[in-house]
């Protein structure tokens, strides 16, 4: 399958500033990635689809002035936490998505806004 | 948009015995079907995977079954062993072309006693 790292691995930054997260797909040319959160002992929750060279998808909830997203390579997308708060603390967790939709996940990064 | 929804939460069982998890899942264009181990901390990997035309796969003491007409799916896992021991969700997603991101199961919490 394909192999995702992601960077940093551990952020803790204090409330109001932002946090950028880099997601890397390091054998597979990637037109999609995707950005999951994930809330301590919950499910993975999908917030956008990453584009090559257009603009994500947001699903519904997720604001898109807070989370930017940057696609604009085959192998790199960020996420961008804008003015992060407290309850912006979780697990963000990218994918890449093979032909015929199998997705290999990042190792996810732990955000910690104080 | 899909929901799925994922039973038992945990799942007790001793080494050797059998452990079954079920998730049903309510959008019938759903039709891929892929199970994730994810143990704590770590990123979730992909164990096995069904596509709609498919009723049952296995693979060595994995397999999983689908029903498309009940929309349900479920996950065998047999002669279990300690190191089966974490949380295992299913998801759903219209996978054509790989542009689809995936909607979670809530996880069931698999514990295998010695």
């Known amino acids: 399958g394909a192999v995702v790292s992601q960077h940093p691995s551990r952020v803790i930054c204090k409330s109001g500033t932002s946090v950028k997260i880099e997601c890397r797909s390091l054998d597979f040319q990637a037109t999609t990635m995707f950005w999951y959160r994930q809330f301590p002992k919950q499910s993975l929750m999908l917030m956008a689809t990453?584009?090559?060279?257009?603009?994500?998808?947001?699903e519904q909830g997720v604001e898109k002035d807070k989370f930017l997203i940057n696609h604009a390579s085959l192998t790199l997308s960020t996420l961008t936490v804008t003015s992060a708060h407290p309850e912006d603390s979780s697990f963000y967790i990218c994918s890449v998505s093979s032909f015929g939709g199998t997705q290999y996940f990042g190792p996810g990064t732990r955000l910690t806004v104080l | 948009g899909e929901n799925v929804e994922q039973h038992p939460s945990t799942l007790s069982v001793q080494e050797g015995d059998s452990a079954v998890i079920k998730c049903t899942y309510s959008?019938?264009?759903?039709?891929?079907f892929p199970w994730y181990k994810q143990e704590l901390g770590k990123r979730p990997q992909l164990i096995i995977d069904?596509?709609?035309?498919?009723g049952e796969k296995k693979d060595q003491r994995i397999a999983v079954t689908l029903n498309k007409t009940a929309k349900h799916f479920s996950l065998h896992i047999t002669e279990t062993q300690p190191e089966d021991s974490a949380v295992y969700f299913c998801a759903a997603s219209e996978a054509g072309g790989g542009a689809d991101g995936l909607t979670f199961g809530k996880g069931t919490h698999l514990i295998i006693q010695p």
């Open positions: 990453s584009n090559e060279g257009s603009k994500a998808t947001y």
């Open positions: 069904i596509r709609s035309n498919v």
């Open positions: 959008d019938s264009a759903s039709n891929y």
